[in-house]
């Protein structure tokens, strides 16, 4: 009998320690965020981290001490990852300011032009191209060394796609002087142009850089990929672009769309081996392995069991929420994924994206569910195997 | 010819940090209110300056286009995030708990009597916003037409009714019988922001509004019928672009325009200017009232 083993991952973002953003922020810290490092240095059992907090108790951090805040940070959210069970592991995205504002900052061709709202009281920087981007060398070497020399788990490098650096971008150099009346096809010209620019100048030699410093898995992150339907040949476009003769892992992270668009063009992704989507943020919390226990996955799975290509990277955790997805939700809709797909390695596990937006006790309580949650999956689908009991 | 800006406007850095100060803790809702004010006097000003037909309060304060609405309604609430069209802007979509009913019509602006427009989503587009769980025309009779009443009451000039999903979800029939819910106190304009508005054209060309607000960085020119009955309202303004626009190019497009309708045109951004930063949005209002005095110096 072969044994049942879904690997389990984190996708991206966790929020920073109050002590790192503080310290970042030039404003002083208090008692509460050294009592916190300490919390959760014990908790995590972070090898050395009373030197963390004796570098905590000087009265006024300055710019001297901020690598070495940086590094702490990093150490515990990799700590987070690997206490709460997963096989798969980055630093939280520690030393980056946001996904968007991380490229543009190390590129040439960016410049800032302010805040624009997401939603609620949440705004994102946002930039204008203004010459064709490029960077002057790989920019994210440094990081993926240390995560690399901190952890004996698997690496997975998240870095921006090209396609959403685009999207989330003001074109002030690609669209030309004359816009009102332009068509279609212009329009859609000047945004394939700076996507391959985007990919080949600033997403490729960063990719390169980091597999030739032993990086193995990137994970090309594209949350605008599915926005404009018309526009997903320019996503696939832009990760073949990226990636081309990189010798690693590569996956693509997409969420909170309209997955139908994305294939048939999804299968000219060259060597794409996986797509990660959320699912749950959009599913019911009831648990059971029917269609319509599981309306967030349904529809979706569909599609890759349809086209056999390419595998899954299955959101079970919803980030927008503190609810604790139970480990029998879990195994559920891992279970049902299973089923539809009918073959369980073409499925991988992680929450539907970065965790930023909740509290590193949330976060670990719902790793830590997710991990207990397919465990008990592989044991059902096991026994299903052993022909004990069906699944 | 006259010019406006519609919809909402991008809060200042000021007041975008007063805001996340607000959400953790560091200041007060009286100092946030102050920066409000602050930002409501500056636009304005901008708007005055640009030598505006009508006035917008820029609806600095509300969260998106329906969450105002839907908490000032029984029956309502505002909770899923929800992407707006193709945008990395989220609105929250309305819940259906009950049957919808204006509790209390939202403060009008403090704006000169006859001189300002109000920004309102359609019947239809609310409708939407609660995926179809209260119809368009409960949310026209019981919430907006309450709230059209205080507007006119309050000497509101014009209402725009913001639609973003009309152009592809199509309904113009159900936002007609909407529509007809709706009292005849103020003129009434619809918008379709940030998308080719050609497949719907001719039938808004029906609807009882004044005015039809088409975005003509998406829509050709060509795409509107001949002889279109109503007043354009030529979205000329790019509110997802931070380039600046050419006042010449924006006259010389304008002119074209007037040539083919038999309503008349007005000038206006192609969508809600809270897309740019507001220093840009503020340079676009200028670029809008460059137009029009070109216009002026050429008639």
Same mark, same amino acid.
């Given at each position: 009998?072969?044994?049942?083993?879904?690997?389990?991952?984190?996708?991206?973002?966790?929020?920073?320690?109050?002590?790192?953003?503080?310290?970042?922020?030039?404003?002083?810290?208090?008692?509460?965020?050294?009592?916190?490092?300490?919390?959760?240095?014990?908790?995590?059992?972070?090898?050395?981290?009373?030197?963390?907090?004796?570098?905590?108790?000087?009265?006024?951090?300055?710019?001297?001490?901020?690598?070495?805040?940086?590094?702490?940070?990093?150490?515990?959210?990799?700590?987070?990852?690997?206490?709460?069970?997963?096989?798969?592991?980055?630093?939280?995205?520690?030393?980056?300011?946001?996904?968007?504002?991380?490229?543009?900052?190390?590129?040439?061709?960016?410049?800032?032009?302010?805040?624009?709202?997401?939603?609620?009281?949440?705004?994102?920087?946002?930039?204008?191209?203004?010459?064709?981007?490029?960077?002057?060398?790989?920019?994210?070497?440094?990081?993926?060394?240390?995560?690399?020399?901190?952890?004996?788990?698997?690496?997975?490098?998240?870095?921006?796609?090209?396609?959403?650096?685009?999207?989330?971008?003001?074109?002030?150099?690609?669209?030309?002087?004359?816009?009102?009346?332009?068509?279609?096809?212009?329009?859609?010209?000047?945004?394939?142009?700076?996507?391959?620019?985007?990919?080949?100048?600033?997403?490729?030699?960063?990719?390169?850089?980091?597999?030739?410093?032993?990086?193995?898995?990137?994970?090309?992150?594209?949350?605008?990929?599915?926005?404009?339907?018309?526009?997903?040949?320019?996503?696939?476009?832009?990760?073949?672009?990226?990636?081309?003769?990189?010798?690693?892992?590569?996956?693509?992270?997409?969420?909170?769309?309209?997955?139908?668009?994305?294939?048939?063009?999804?299968?000219?992704?060259?060597?794409?081996?996986?797509?990660?989507?959320?699912?749950?943020?959009?599913?019911?919390?009831?648990?059971?392995?029917?269609?319509?226990?599981?309306?967030?996955?349904?529809?979706?799975?569909?599609?890759?069991?349809?086209?056999?290509?390419?595998?899954?990277?299955?959101?079970?955790?919803?980030?927008?929420?503190?609810?604790?997805?139970?480990?029998?939700?879990?195994?559920?809709?891992?279970?049902?994924?299973?089923?539809?797909?009918?073959?369980?390695?073409?499925?991988?596990?992680?929450?539907?994206?970065?965790?930023?937006?909740?509290?590193?006790?949330?976060?670990?309580?719902?790793?830590?569910?997710?991990?207990?949650?397919?465990?008990?999956?592989?044991?059902?689908?096991?026994?299903?195997?052993?022909?004990?009991?069906?699944? | 010819?006259?010019?406006?800006?519609?919809?909402?406007?991008?809060?200042?850095?000021?007041?975008?940090?007063?805001?996340?100060?607000?959400?953790?803790?560091?200041?007060?809702?009286?100092?946030?209110?102050?920066?409000?004010?602050?930002?409501?006097?500056?636009?304005?000003?901008?708007?005055?300056?640009?030598?505006?037909?009508?006035? $917008? *309060?820029?609806? %600095?304060?509300?969260?998106?286009?329906?969450?105002? =609405? +839907?908490? !000032?309604?029984?029956? @309502?609430? &505002?909770?899923?995030?929800?992407?707006?069209?193709?945008?990395?802007?989220?609105?929250?979509?309305?819940?259906?708990?009950?049957?919808?009913?204006?509790?209390?019509?939202?403060?009008?602006?403090?704006?000169?009597?006859?001189?300002?427009?109000?920004?309102?989503?359609?019947?239809?587009?609310?409708?939407?916003?609660?995926?179809?769980?209260?119809?368009?025309?409960?949310?026209?009779?019981?919430?907006?037409?309450?709230?059209?009443?205080?507007?006119?009451?309050?000497?509101?000039?014009?209402?725009?009714? $913001? *639609?973003?999903? %009309?152009?592809?979800?199509?309904?113009?029939?159900? =936002? +007609?019988? !909407?529509?007809?819910? @709706?009292? &005849?106190?103020?003129?009434?304009?619809?918008?379709?922001?940030?998308?080719?508005?050609?497949?719907?054209?001719?039938?808004?060309?029906?609807?009882?509004?004044?005015?039809?607000?088409?975005?003509?960085?998406?829509?050709?020119?060509?795409?509107?019928?001949?002889?279109?009955?109503?007043?354009?309202?030529?979205?000329?303004?790019?509110?997802?672009?931070?380039?600046?626009?050419?006042?010449?190019?924006?006259?010389?497009?304008?002119?074209?325009?007037?040539?083919?309708?038999?309503?008349?045109?007005?000038?206006?951004?192609?969508?809600?200017?809270?897309?740019?930063?507001?220093?840009?949005?503020?340079?676009?209002?200028?670029? @809008?009232? &460059?137009?029009?005095?070109?216009?002026?110096?050429?008639?």
């Amino acid at each position: 009998m072969s044994r049942v083993h879904f690997v389990t991952r984190e996708i991206g973002s966790l929020a920073k320690p109050s002590w790192r953003a503080k310290a970042f922020a030039g404003r002083p810290l208090g008692e509460a965020d050294r009592a916190e490092a300490e919390r959760w240095g014990r908790r995590l059992e972070v090898e050395g981290h009373e030197q963390l907090l004796e570098l905590l108790s000087v009265p006024q951090l300055g710019e001297a001490e901020l690598p070495a805040i940086d590094d702490w940070a990093a150490r515990y959210a990799l700590r987070l990852l690997e206490r709460a069970g997963l096989d798969v592991v980055y630093d939280g995205e520690q030393r980056r300011t946001e996904m968007y504002d991380h490229v543009a900052q190390h590129s040439r061709g960016f410049e800032p032009r302010g805040s624009v709202r997401a939603f609620d009281n949440k705004y994102y920087a946002k930039a204008a191209v203004v010459e064709s981007p490029s960077i002057d060398a790989p920019y994210d070497i440094e990081e993926f060394r240390f995560v690399a020399g901190t952890t004996d788990r698997i690496v997975k490098v998240p870095l921006t796609g090209a396609y959403t650096m685009v999207d989330w971008s003001y074109d002030e150099h690609y669209a030309g002087a004359r816009r009102l009346g332009a068509s279609a096809e212009q329009r859609y010209e000047a945004r394939q142009r700076f996507v391959a620019d985007v990919a080949e100048q600033v997403i490729l030699p960063n990719a390169r850089g980091l597999v030739e410093a032993g990086a193995a898995w990137i994970q090309i992150d594209e949350p605008a990929a599915a926005t404009k339907p018309h526009e997903v040949p320019l996503v696939v476009e832009g990760f073949n672009a990226s990636v081309r003769g990189v010798d690693a892992k590569k996956s693509m992270h997409i969420c909170f769309s309209d997955y139908r668009a994305l294939w048939p063009a999804v299968l000219e992704l060259e060597d794409c081996f996986e797509l990660q989507l959320e699912f749950a943020n959009r599913d019911s919390r009831a648990l059971g392995t029917h269609d319509e226990d599981r309306p967030g996955y349904a529809e979706t799975l569909r599609l890759f069991r349809d086209h056999g290509y390419p595998n899954v990277g299955l959101g079970v955790l919803d980030i927008h929420s503190d609810f604790v997805e139970p480990p029998e939700l879990v195994r559920d809709r891992l279970l049902y994924a299973a089923d539809v797909l009918g073959d369980p390695e073409r499925i991988q596990v992680n929450p539907d994206c970065g965790l930023r937006t909740r509290s590193w006790d949330v976060v670990y309580e719902k790793l830590a569910s997710m991990v207990e949650g397919v465990r008990l999956a592989e044991a059902v689908l096991e026994r299903a195997q052993a022909g004990r009991e069906p699944a | 010819m006259r010019v406006f800006v519609p919809g909402v406007y991008p809060r200042s850095e000021a007041l975008v940090q007063a805001t996340r100060d607000l959400d953790r803790g560091r200041t007060t809702e009286e100092a946030v209110g102050e920066q409000l004010e602050q930002d409501f006097q500056a636009l304005v000003a901008a708007e005055e300056d640009a030598g505006l037909d009508l006035l $917008s *309060d820029g609806m %600095l304060g509300w969260q998106d286009l329906f969450r105002p =609405l +839907a908490e !000032a309604a029984e029956g @309502l609430d &505002a909770r899923p995030l929800t992407r707006l069209l193709d945008t990395n802007t989220f609105y929250r979509g309305v819940l259906v708990e009950g049957e919808p009913r204006l509790r209390t019509p939202l403060e009008a602006p403090r704006l000169p009597a006859g001189r300002w427009l109000a920004t309102l989503p359609s019947p239809l587009a609310f409708s939407r916003a609660a995926q179809g769980m209260a119809s368009a025309q409960a949310l026209a009779a019981n919430v907006l037409a309450p709230q059209i009443e205080a507007y006119a009451a309050a000497g509101c000039a014009l209402v725009v009714f $913001s *639609d973003p999903f %009309l152009a592809t979800e199509r309904g113009v029939p159900e =936002l +007609a019988a !909407a529509l007809a819910e @709706l009292p &005849a106190v103020v003129p009434l304009a619809l918008q379709l922001p940030f998308g080719d508005a050609s497949p719907v054209l001719a039938e808004v060309a029906e609807l009882p509004v004044s005015a039809v607000g088409v975005d003509f960085y998406a829509t050709a020119l060509d795409s509107l019928p001949d002889g279109f009955p109503k007043e354009v309202i030529a979205g000329v303004v790019d509110s997802r672009s931070s380039a600046l626009e050419d006042p010449n190019e924006i006259l010389a497009f304008a002119l074209e325009l007037a040539g083919r309708v038999a309503g008349g045109v007005s000038l206006a951004p192609n969508g809600d200017l809270q897309f740019v930063p507001e220093p840009i949005a503020r340079r676009k209002i200028a670029v @809008l009232g &460059a137009a029009r005095t070109a216009l002026g110096a050429g008639a």
